[in-house]
T-cell receptor, first 113, second 114 residues
């Protein structure tokens, strides 16, 4: 199955700034997903990013806050914009594998102070 | 619409004892079901998945789960717990028929007592 490299693994950021998270896959994949895992909670899908089209955002998430790029079939970025302490979470990217499963990156642990 | 309910946010078992983590799902169409494990400070690792083949699914690390449509359940079991099984476990559901949105349960933290 695909191997995902996600960067950075963790960061501490000042409120009002932005952080861009990168997700690199070792093979070409059509569908990539971005999730948020708030402290003590489950994963929530932020958006689905398909190469060559605009990302599709879930209810409660907007492009101005979480812009996503998908320039090719092996790479995607998620930016968390104008951060507040409420954005402190783990952010994970995920790709669909060839057998109706999904592989996850190791996550980016974000703390906003 | 789809959802997952994991009964028990924390489960403790003795080393060598049976592990049973409960998951019930709701889906308006035939589902795909997954169990993922998350070790501290790591991402999610797929344990096993049900994609409408055999109802008893065997996964990695000795885990298995049985899809019971009549009970809308997909409970995770392991006959004998090991200390290394201590982690958080997530049940998840998606609609069948290709790649669809995955909805996760709230997770169950498994503690293994020596």
């Amino acid at each position: 199955s695909a191997v995902i490299s996600q960067k950075p693994s963790r960061d501490i950021c000042q409120r009002g700034t932005s952080l861009t998270i990168q997700c690199q896959v070792d093979s070409q994949v059509t569908m990539m997903f971005w999730y948020r895992q708030q402290p003590g909670q489950s994963l929530t899908l932020i958006a689905t990013a398909n190469q060559g089209s605009e990302a599709t955002y879930e209810s409660g998430f907007v492009i101005d806050k979480f812009p996503i790029s998908r320039p090719n079939l092996t790479f995607s970025t998620l930016t968390v914009s104008n951060m507040s302490p409420e954005d402190s979470s783990i952010y994970l990217c995920s790709v669909a594998t060839g057998d109706y499963g999904y592989t996850f990156g190791s996550g980016t642990r974000l703390t906003v102070v | 619409a789809q959802s997952v309910t994991q009964l028990g946010s924390h489960v403790s078992v003795s080393e060598g004892a049976l592990v049973l983590l409960r998951c019930n799902y709701s889906s308006s169409v035939p589902p795909y079901l997954f169990w993922y494990v998350q070790y501290p400070n790591q991402g999610l690792q797929l344990l096993l998945k049900y994609t409408s083949a055999a109802t008893l699914v065997k996964g990695i690390n000795g885990f298995e789960a049985e899809f019971k449509k009549s009970e809308t359940s997909f409970h995770l079991t392991k006959p004998s717990a090991h200390m290394s099984d201590a982690a958080e476990y997530f049940c998840a559901v998606s609609q069948s028929g290709g790649y669809q949105k995955v909805t996760f349960g709230i997770g169950t933290k498994l503690q293994v007592i020596p």
